[in-house]
């Protein structure tokens, strides 16, 4: 498995990705090790440089709105989707809040699976003292129920390639699952991994695809992002995703 572990992560200007564009929403593709709004760092952000990018565009002399309806962790690359008017915001979130979104990440863990295909269940709760998840295997006061689809995509030495369909959307819940049994995601030095990804400022789990109705126009909305540099070379088809994730499609992946 070949991968450039050690590369410097883009500027955030030049790591601006639109996948996709329209008057209610913006979709761009996150670089790991960015965050997605500010936090005591001072870092920047993909929202910074988002509402940059439209004021930038469309010369606005004002402020730009953009409504954050989902996140991804720091460390966490792929799909974000950003509404760009408050009644897309309503609608996108009222969406997620509904399981209206189905998603597909890509992760590449240590160690091999036994199984090719399976769902994972867990029960989890964030431990903000602790600053991680925490995993259960029963029903417990506090912890809420996850569940994560995963199909293995790729083997190498001392790893495993998984594509990951979270049916629930816990905090940290693909990383808490994956390290519970005992596969970690590479470089997720939290959650027990050994190895280091950009200088341990990202993980190899990406959000690969989004799918769901638009909010506003209501066609089939398909996003896509593809691996970055860092990954290994993993054979990932939107074509086939898309089939599997859209609203008509058949769970056959």
């Given amino acids: 498995m070949k991968m450039n572990m ?6 955030v200007k030049e790591s601006l990705k639109i996948l996709y564009e329209d008057n209610h929403l913006l979709a761009i593709e996150k670089p790991g090790g960015l965050l997605i709004q500010g936090d005591r760092t001072g870092d920047p952000t993909l929202l910074e440089a988002a509402k940059a990018y439209l004021k930038e565009k469309y010369r606005k002399p004002g402020g730009v709105y953009l ?3 989902h996140r991804l962790d720091r460390v966490t690359s792929g799909v974000v989707l950003l ?15 509904e399981g209206g979104v189905r998603k597909a990440y890509l992760a590449v863990v240590e160690g091999h699976l036994s199984e090719e295909a399976g769902i994972m269940k867990a029960y ?13 295997e029963t029903p417990r006061e506090g912890f809420r129920k996850a569940v ?33 049994i005992g596969h970690p995601v590479m470089g997720d030095r939290r959650y027990g991994s050994r190895r280091r990804v950009l200088s341990g400022k990202a993980i190899l789990l990406h959000a690969l695809a989004l799918a769901l109705m638009h909010p506003i ?8 992002a ?7 070379s993993i054979p990932c088809e939107s074509k086939d995703l898309k089939a599997f994730l859209l609203p008509d499609g058949q769970n056959n992946f």
Avoid at 6 to 11: I, T
């Fill in 6 to 11: 050690e590369q410097k992560p883009a500027g």
């Fill in 67 to 69: 409504g954050l309806v």
């Fill in 83 to 97: 509404a760009k008017t408050s009644k897309a915001a309503a609608r996108l979130s009222e969406v997620f809040r």
């Fill in 124 to 136: 989890l709760r964030w431990d903000a003292r602790l600053g991680r998840t925490l995993v259960s």
């Fill in 148 to 180: 994560t689809g995963f199909k293995v995509v790729g083997r190498f030495k001392g790893s495993t390639a998984l594509l990951l369909f979270p049916e629930t959307g816990r905090k940290h819940q693909l990383r808490a699952q994956l390290a519970h």
């Fill in 217 to 224: 126009k209501r066609f089939p909305l398909f996003l896509f």
């Fill in 226 to 232: 593809p691996l970055p540099s860092y990954f290994p």
